[in-house]
């Protein structure tokens, strides 16, 4: 079946950077896109934006942009996010998300990734 | 910028129905999306293309989706279905989610 696989909780001081990883299985990695999702503790889904699986282009939402980078090993199947100069405000949970071409939802999600970031 | 509005929270009694919606400009004119997300759990899929269920969720669930509002429907509410949900669309090439209702049942 389809399944996100994501990296495991991370804990980092400020200034640092982070790199989380989702990994796909269960379909062809490069026919669809994979989309970032933030999550503050206690609030609501915030979208990030996303990466084009066959090009590597990525698009990021506004508020997304300087710090974050998304990217690809498309020999893995495997999407990843870096943060970098992580502040507290960093701290979230960490979703990505496949969106069929075209499509407009997003199904399914990783299990997430914590990210807390503090000193 | 697009905004989608939920109420923060709906209180419904089990085995009735519960109404979340979601109001945007013109909301009528775009796909939404709706997702569950338990706590401590990533957000899943229960309606897409405004009333279509992914296979495995219960027909409890249906939504509707003209003017200015969303609906989510959960008929026969059941316990499990105690949880917080969200909606989604896209405006100009961006994805907007509503700020998240938390559906109580009692």
């Known amino acids: 079946q389809v399944q996100l696989v994501q990296s495991g909780s991370e804990m980092k001081k400020p200034g640092a950077s982070v790199k989380i990883s989702c990994k796909a299985s269960?379909?062809?990695?490069?026919?669809?896109?994979m989309n970032w999702v933030r999550q503050a503790p206690g609030q609501g889904l915030e979208w990030m934006g996303w990466?084009?699986?066959?090009?590597?282009?990525?698009t990021y939402a506004q508020g997304f942009t300087g710090r974050f980078v998304f990217s690809l090993d498309t020999s893995v199947s495997t999407a990843f996010l870096q943060i970098n100069s992580l502040t507290a405000e960093d701290t979230a949970v960490y979703y990505c998300a496949r969106r069929v071409t075209l499509q407009t939802w997003f199904d399914p999600w990783g299990q997430g990734t914590l990210v807390t970031v503090s000193s | 910028s697009y905004e989608l509005t939920q109420p923060p929270s709906v209180s419904v009694s089990p085995g009735q129905t519960a109404i979340i919606t979601c109001s945007g400009d013109?909301?009528?004119?775009?796909?939404v999306s709706w997702y569950q997300q338990k706590p401590g759990q990533s957000p899943v899929l229960v309606i897409y293309?405004?009333?279509k269920r992914p296979s495995g969720i219960p027909e409890r669930f249906s939504g509707s989706n003209s003017g200015n509002t969303a609906t989510l429907t959960i008929s026969g509410t059941q316990s499990m279905d105690e949880t917080d949900y969200y909606c989604q669309a896209w405006d100009s090439s961006t994805v907007v989610f509503g700020g998240g209702t938390k559906l109580t049942v009692l």
């Open positions: 990466i084009n699986t066959n090009t590597g282009k990525p």
């Open positions: 269960g379909y062809t990695f490069t026919t669809n896109n």
């Open positions: 013109k909301v009528g004119n775009k796909d």
């Open positions: 293309q405004d009333s």
